[in-house]
């Protein structure tokens, strides 16, 4: 059983000697349970991690370090506590909104975000590596072991995924990437986007970044563009094509990422209906006409 929110609030001295404190359990958590804990006028998020975690992907010693790069970026949340031997992770609260995915594709706001994701891709080098192949990978042995309702065509999925990797392979543009850039992980401050959650961190693909992203606010064409040329300042047609083939890339890693999730969550989180959604924007994304032409470009650097 994972620690109770009371013994992890009697493991930090200068807490458990405070007399009055408020407890509150913050909404959104799917893996892991996230409360707010004020203190002494200073208010705090305490994480405590789902078991099994590992079978996600998830090293939560690696997760502490990066988050705490990400942090003297200024976008990740300052790091306060961590308890290694039961993996809670106690940052500072962050004062601030969601903002909508209406109001997160508009230019203005999308130049935001750039520019917050730019600051820890320029910033210290995260511990470890993501691959979203590799990843992919790990879901569907965990998967097929669990028994876990994956589709019918997955093999044919994961044939086409190898199209994608062939393509892009040698060509990783390594920085310091979040990996997991949907909505309730971006707040607006009022003066910056900061970023929290950085449980699949590491030394990655921007162009996968950028693409988890994209598919989480469902990017058009013209979006797409717009945030190429917001992070770069130009679009050319190997950065379109590679986005666009790291956006299918995304879609399936969300899907597959269900198929693991549904066996170690407890929440209420509808698994199947999130991954039936996303196996079918892959499967309508690697119907495009386009994309023997972004695989020949992405494969060129064109």
């Not at 078991?51 to 996600?56: G, W």
């Not at 997955?154 to 390594?174: F, K, N, S």
């Not at 064409?221 to 986005?243: H, I, M, N, P």
Request: charged share 25%.
């Amino acid at each position: 059983m994972p620690i109770t929110i009371e013994e992890a609030i009697h493991r930090i001295p200068e807490w458990d000697e405070v007399s009055s404190r408020d407890i509150a359990l913050l909404p959104g958590g799917i893996t892991n349970l996230n409360y707010r804990v004020d203190v002494s006028g200073e208010s705090f998020v305490v994480r405590i991690a789902a078991q099994h975690a590992a079978l996600l992907g998830i090293d939560r010693r690696r997760e502490y370090r990066c988050t705490v790069a990400a942090s003297r970026t200024g976008v990740g949340p300052e790091v306060v506590h961590f308890l290694s031997d039961v993996d809670v992770l106690v940052t500072r609260f962050i004062s601030g909104r969601c903002p909508s995915v209406a109001e997160m594709v508009k230019p203005e706001m999308m130049q935001r975000v750039v520019d917050s994701i730019q600051r820890y891709h320029d910033g210290p080098e995260f511990e470890g590596s993501f691959s979203p192949f590799h990843a992919l990978e790990q879901y569907l042995s965990v998967a097929r072991q669990a028994a876990a309702p994956v589709p019918r065509d997955i093999d044919a999925m994961y044939r086409r995924l190898g199209e994608i990797e062939a393509a892009v392979r040698g060509r990783w543009t390594l920085r310091p990437c979040h990996n997991d850039l949907w909505e309730p992980n971006l707040i607006d401050d009022g003066t910056r986007i900061r970023i929290v959650d950085w449980e699949y961190a590491g030394m990655g693909d921007l162009y996968f970044d950028l693409a988890n992203f994209a598919i989480h606010h469902e990017l058009t064409d013209a979006q797409d563009e717009g945030l190429l040329r917001s992070y770069f300042g130009k679009v050319t047609d190997g950065g379109f094509a590679r986005l666009k083939l790291m956006k299918i890339v995304a879609e399936l890693r969300e899907a597959m990422w269900c198929m693991v999730g549904m066996n170690i969550s407890s929440s209420d989180f509808d698994f199947t209906g999130y991954a039936a959604t996303h196996f079918d924007r892959y499967r309508r994304a690697l119907d495009d006409g386009r994309v023997r032409r972004w695989l020949t470009q992405a494969a060129s650097g064109a």
